[in-house]
Antibody, heavy 123, light 108 residues
């Protein structure tokens, strides 16, 4: 079955860059799929960060666009997220999720989720 | 920015029907998706494309959409259905995705 696993530092200093990796197993990332990043501040709701198609095409939340970079490494079957200039407001559980489908035909929506990883921004 | 509006909470007794609504201006033309999130766990997709149920999701979960409102219905709600539920959709341009604020379903 499809499995996703987030990894990265659990603590990031203010003004620094948050970097996370999402390793995918059980399915190829080489065709017809997106990686979607979602975050959830403690005790709050879900926020869509953005998505990257297997081809490398990206689509970011406008409110985060200036600080977000998503990439794909097919050789390692993994996706990555970078969020720069972080503040305490970026403290959250970060999830990666997989969406299957053809670009332009379906709306990418998370179908398989990682367990999430807590990232705290603090000095 | 685009918003989806959900009631903060819904409460029912076991065996009753729970209905959770999600309103958004683009819903007449865009699909709604529904996620269940139990405490300390990752979300799970329970309804996609307004009314389709993924394999493994109990039949008591159903979805519908009319005009600017999508509805998740849990028929014969059970104690194990207690969770936060989030709707998800895209804006009218089809570019920006958004989650609703979430609804806490209490079954007791």
């Amino acid at each position: 079955q499809v499995q996703l696993q987030e990894s990265g530092p659990g603590l990031v200093r203010p003004s620094g860059t948050l970097s996370l990796t999402c390793a995918v197993s059980g399915a190829s990332i080489s065709s017809n799929n997106w990686c979607i990043w979602v975050r959830q501040p403690p005790g709050k709701g879900l926020e869509w960060i953005g998505e990257i198609y297997h081809s490398g095409s990206t689509n970011y939340n406008p409110s985060l666009k200036s600080r977000v970079t998503m990439t794909v490494d097919k050789s390692k079957s993994q996706f990555s997220l970078k969020l720069s200039s972080v503040t305490a407001a970026d403290t959250a559980v970060y999830y990666c999720a997989r969406a299957d489908g053809i670009f332009g035909v379906v709306t990418p929506h998370p179908q398989y989720w990682g367990q999430g990883t807590l990232v705290t921004v603090s000095s | 920015s685009y918003e989806l509006t959900q009631p903060p909470s819904v409460s029912v007794s076991p065996g009753q029907t729970a209905r959770i609504t999600c309103s958004g201006d683009a819903l007449p033309k865009k699909y709604a998706y529904w996620y269940q999130q139990k405490s300390g766990q990752a979300p799970v997709l329970v309804i996609y494309e307004d009314s389709k149920r993924p394999s493994g999701i109990p039949e008591r979960f159903s979805g519908s959409s009319s005009g600017t409102m999508a509805t998740l219905t849990v028929s014969g709600a059970q104690v194990e259905d207690e969770a936060d539920y989030y709707c998800y959709s895209t804006d009218s341009s089809g570019n920006d995705r958004v989650f609703g604020g979430g609804t806490k379903l209490t079954v007791l």
